[in-house]
């Protein structure tokens, strides 16, 4: 995802420049991944101009994320959420991705070191398709990982740490070494997991299927969105324990993230899912409804869409 520096950023209280947010080399974030963030994405809509989606939810879970890693925030939900629609005002965004993040500074070294500050900040920069224009219509091509996914009794996989993500740039860069977009990642015991940075559903005969929490997935908030819309929608959804070979007979699978959005897979280890590029309706359904909520075409009767003002 390239970055496109905007005019500020919002760290601990205060818009700053964007080159001036920097922070020392002796980072206990940087030392030992002690640190918590979320993706988020503003859209531009048609009735209420650029408005964060799912702000709430999205900041509910940085702080629930920063208390199981005792990474202090002093600011309240509606604190942050106020700066995320402020940080798209201040740069004049309309669409746009949103990384909110708290770490431990610099203090002292050590894992389990108590004398750390904590930092918190905000960053916005305009926001294309993640996975490439073309993706969400034609679809990508995937690989199953040879690397696992951290077993639950590691760290928190419902939990979005920044050390959490060494798993998913390993399965990420094998993909692309193989020539795949992205990586599939399964549990320690062989089970599908999730992919590199989305969570993955599979359609078959009407139903949709999607690994479960202890599937050492981070529930997602497009996972939840997606569920939510297909429910609305009379579809079927089920969370359960998917094996690898569901993988190959499905009749549709996609990925959802804040970045992908619903982004369908073409193929698995170079084999066709489905009928390929010729039918992929229940996925297609799902994309209209969910770009839907920003045109005015599906009402937002849930509350997700916070407009930016």
């Given at each position: 995802?390239?970055?496109?520096?905007?005019?500020?950023?919002?760290?601990?209280?205060?818009m700053?420049?964007?080159?001036?947010?920097?922070?020392?080399?002796?980072?206990h974030?940087?030392?030992?991944?002690?640190?918590?963030?979320?993706?988020?994405?503003?859209?531009?809509?048609?009735?209420?101009?650029?408005?964060?989606?799912?702000?709430?939810?999205?900041?509910?879970?940085?702080?629930?994320?920063?208390?199981?890693?005792?990474i202090?925030?002093?600011?309240?939900?509606?604190?942050?959420?106020?700066?995320?629609?402020?940080?798209?005002?201040?740069?004049?965004?309309?669409?746009?991705?949103?990384?909110?993040?708290?770490?431990?500074?610099?203090?002292?070294?050590?894992?389990?070191?108590?004398?750390?500050?904590?930092?918190?900040?905000?960053?916005?920069?305009?926001?294309?398709?993640?996975?490439?224009?073309?993706?969400?219509k034609?679809?990508?091509?995937?690989?199953?990982?040879?690397?696992?996914r951290?077993?639950?009794?590691?760290?928190?996989?419902?939990?979005?740490?920044?050390?959490?993500?060494?798993?998913?740039?390993?399965?990420?860069?094998?993909?692309?070494?193989?020539?795949?977009?992205?990586?599939?990642?399964?549990?320690?015991?062989?089970?599908?997991?999730?992919?590199?940075?989305?969570?993955?559903?599979?359609?078959?005969?009407?139903?949709?299927?999607?690994?479960?929490?202890?599937?050492?997935?981070?529930?997602?908030?497009?996972?939840?969105?997606?569920?939510?819309?297909?429910r609305?929608?009379?579809?079927?959804?089920?969370?359960?324990?998917?094996?690898?070979?569901?993988?190959?007979?499905?009749d549709?699978?996609?990925?959802?993230?804040?970045?992908?959005?619903?982004?369908?897979?073409?193929?698995?280890?170079?084999?066709?899912?489905?009928?390929?590029?010729?039918?992929?309706?229940?996925t297609?359904?799902?994309?209209e409804?969910?770009?839907?909520?920003?045109?005015?075409?599906?009402?937002?009767?849930?509350?997700?869409?916070?407009?930016?003002?």
């Amino acid at each position: 995802m390239p970055i496109k520096p905007t005019k500020l950023i919002w760290r601990n209280g205060e818009m700053i420049p964007w080159a001036q947010a920097t922070t020392h080399i002796a980072t206990h974030g940087l030392q030992y991944g002690t640190a918590v963030f979320e993706g988020m994405r503003a859209y531009e809509t048609r009735h209420k101009g650029p408005a964060v989606f799912r702000n709430r939810e999205h900041i509910e879970r940085l702080l629930f994320s920063a208390k199981v890693y005792r990474i202090a925030i002093n600011y309240s939900l509606d604190d942050l959420m106020a700066v995320c629609r402020e940080i798209i005002r201040v740069n004049d965004l309309r669409a746009a991705y949103i990384r909110p993040v708290a770490f431990l500074g610099y203090g002292e070294m050590g894992p389990s070191a108590q004398n750390c500050p904590s930092e918190v900040a905000v960053m916005a920069w305009p926001l294309g398709a993640y996975l490439g224009d073309e993706a969400l219509k034609k679809g990508i091509d995937v690989s199953v990982s040879s690397w696992r996914r951290l077993a639950p009794s590691t760290t928190p996989a419902g939990v979005k740490a920044a050390g959490n993500y060494l798993s998913s740039r390993l399965i990420g860069m094998e993909a692309k070494d193989q020539g795949f977009v992205e990586g599939i990642g399964l549990t320690h015991d062989g089970l599908v997991s999730e992919g590199a940075g989305e969570n993955i559903f599979i359609v078959h005969k009407g139903r949709i299927i999607t690994p479960p929490a202890a599937a050492s997935i981070l529930g997602g908030i497009t996972r939840d969105t997606v569920i939510t819309l297909a429910r609305d929608s009379g579809i079927e959804v089920t969370e359960q324990s998917v094996p690898r070979e569901m993988l190959y007979y499905a009749d549709e699978v996609f990925l959802t993230g804040t970045a992908a959005e619903i982004t369908p897979v073409r193929a698995i280890d170079r084999i066709e899912v489905g009928s390929g590029n010729r039918g992929r309706p229940v996925t297609s359904a799902l994309q209209e409804k969910f770009f839907g909520l920003f045109t005015g075409k599906t009402e937002d009767k849930w509350g997700w869409l916070d407009p930016v003002g």
